[in-house]
């Protein structure tokens, strides 16, 4: 795993854990767990891809 497919990682993960505070503090936001998908399923297929 490459530095930038760990750092996509980790953004990925803060981010789920920024979602989850967000919907517990002020209600869900389906758009904010839409992006989160999103940002999950880039962070898989560029680890699949081996970070090139």
Do not use: H, I, P, R
């Not at 980790?10 to 505070?21: H, K, P, Y």
């Not at 904010?32 to 680890?47: D, K, Q």
């Amino acid at each position: 795993m490459t530095g930038s497919v760990k750092a996509m990682a980790v953004t990925t993960f803060a981010a789920l854990v920024a979602v989850s505070a967000y919907s517990v503090a002020l209600g869900s936001n389906g758009w904010l767990w839409f992006g989160w998908v999103v940002l999950g399923l880039l962070t898989l297929g560029t680890a699949a891809t081996g970070g090139t």
